[in-house]
């Protein structure tokens, strides 16, 4: 059955094997606009696009699922037609494809759309994974290569005279290839351009280039990680000629033979490092970096061995004032978790006109920022040390603070459990927007209705990327009302009732003071926020009754606070309406 689209009515989606029983048989009978779209299973064949601006379509949740074996046949897909960007891959596992120029996809002078792919144990003499060349700009996204071998250059990906745009790529080598590129054991590329981002390059092996053989190309790298690559030079980068910019990379644990460079050789390039990690292998003959001919900047980097760990053979170098020599505090290398620690030198530390991190502070060193939350308090446990007496009040100031770089946004904090016991009452401040650098104070209120211990938590809910909601813990302890006055006997200090309660428009508030003095009746809402004053002035000592007028005001609960100079009341009114 042939569906239409709702974008597009003479667009088609051609259901695999629903309407066709092959893949390629899909493609042969799709015109501009269509969708291929293959259900999960397994398929034998290799497919060409034959030029078509349509999309084939697999499952790009989970590539895994849809899986297109060439058994040696040919590269699986192939790419010669001059495609455009309409022309779209997503979404399949592509394994066992053979060819002379790409054994998983072979491009030339094309430029397809390539999303959410895995491609693996794919042979070729150049790009084992995939081989862009001829011209064209691809676009690469969300794609994964592992255990692609090579006879020559670019186990994983080729690009030869060609361009290409990659996101998001992952590299894996072969740990049991015997015969290593001779290369890039991840990426090759020569007389070419690319521009990279979120890069993870592992495990990868060549003789020249371990990760990264660039050749009389342009090439811009921004958060590459590259690790366990290994060379007999350059076992991150092999670099020849060309203009090569390297942002947030972490290097680290690759490997070199003695005197060569174990983590970058460059041979008459055009260079610059910036915000980067480099870490040494271990082996006091193997230099980290060697520099012939050409022009190398590096600042705003931590490099391990500093400047005594790199050779400079007649470049143009110039060292940075702001690099650094330090343990850049790797979560876990055993791990292979190279984040950064809290206490990293690295954080913070990349060079201050670089875009800043997602968390709005200044740059990080590596190719992963950590994450700064925004949002600190004080206290960091909410604790009544002292009892408080049944049927009277006790309260605690709470600061909330922005660190961060970018506004917090707050909500009104709230208490869980909320039996009634505690509030939060915040007069005069806007939970809205907190700019950074400052703070807002509020009052956390206990009114303990019985004699035992109480416990709790202060909810702060906000848009911090870490912790969207922190707990604070509130601890607390009543007691029974004991104080005697030794003349006049017990306290008379309290809120006598309201009637009516629940009300529907007005009630009448009795309440007692043991002295004179100013005496203010406020109103809150459930949230705290202070909605009415009933009266505020100067009252005689003994019983009282006020009048709250509630026109205007939703149906609710509120919570009326008696304020006088010997301390506070609160109770509750609820409002139908």
Known sequence: ?????????????????????????????????????????????????????????????????????????????????????????????????????GGGIALSGTSPTLEHLYIAQCVSNIGGGICISGGGLPTLNDIVLVNNQVELNGAGI?????????????????????????????IYITNGSADMDDV????????????FSIWNSQVTMDRVLIVGSAAENGAAFYLNGGEVTLRNLTVTVCHAEPSNA?????????????????????????????????????????????????????????????????????????????????????????????????????????????????LRYDPEVLEFYRPVQVGSIDSLDV????????????????????????????????????????????MVYFTPQEARNYRSELWLISNDFHEDTVRVPILASSIMDVDLDPIQGPSSFCIIGLHPNPLNSTTSLHYSLPVAGWTTLSVFSSVGRQVAEIESGWKSAGQQTAIWSAEGLPGGIYVIRLQSAVGARMTKAVLIK
């Open 399 to 442: 600061s909330v603070y922005n660190i961060g770089g970018t506004t917090l946004q707050m909500e009104y904090p709230q208490i869980s459990p909320d039996d009634g016991v505690f509030m939060p009452i915040c007069e005069g401040y806007d939970f809205d927007d907190i700019a950074p650098g400052s703070h807002i104070q509020f």
């Open 262 to 374: 174990s983590a970058m050789f460059t041979s008459g390039t055009r260079i610059s490092i910036t915000n980067s990690i480099f870490t040494e292998d271990g082996d006091d003959e193997t230099p980290l970096m060697i520099f012939h001919d050409g022009v190398v900047n590096i600042d705003y980097n931590d490099v391990i061995g500093s400047q005594d760990d790199i050779v400079n053979d007649q470049a143009d170098l110039t060292w940075g004032e702001h690099n650094i020599d330090d343990d850049p505090r790797f979560t876990s290398v055993e791990e292979a978790d190279f984040t950064l620690m809290p206490d990293s030198p690295c954080i913070d530390a990349g060079n201050p006109d670089s875009p800043v991190d997602s968390d709005g502070s200044p740059a990080d060193l590596g190719a992963f920022c950590i994450y700064q939350r925004d």
């Open 158 to 186: 080729a690009i030869w005279r060609a361009s290409a745009n990659m996101r998001n790529v992952i590299v894996i080598g072969d740990p049991e290839n015997q015969s290593m590129p001779i290369m890039g054991g991840g």
């Open 200 to 211: 993870l390059i592992s495990g990868c092996n060549a003789d020249m280039g371990g990760a």
């Open 1 to 101: 059955m042939l569906c239409l689209t709702a974008g597009n009515a003479d667009a088609r989606i051609i259901n695999v094997p629903a309407d066709q029983g092959t893949i390629q048989a899909g493609i042969d009978i799709a015109q501009e606009g269509d969708t291929v779209q293959a259900a999960d299973g397994d398929y034998n064949e290799c497919l060409n696009f034959g030029g078509r601006a349509i999309v084939v379509r697999g499952n790009p949740e989970f590539p895994e699922n849809v899986m297109i074996d060439a058994n040696a046949n040919g590269p699986v897909v192939t790419f010669d037609h001059g495609e455009r960007g309409e022309s779209v891959l997503s979404g399949f596992s592509l394994v066992n494809g053979r060819g002379q120029n």
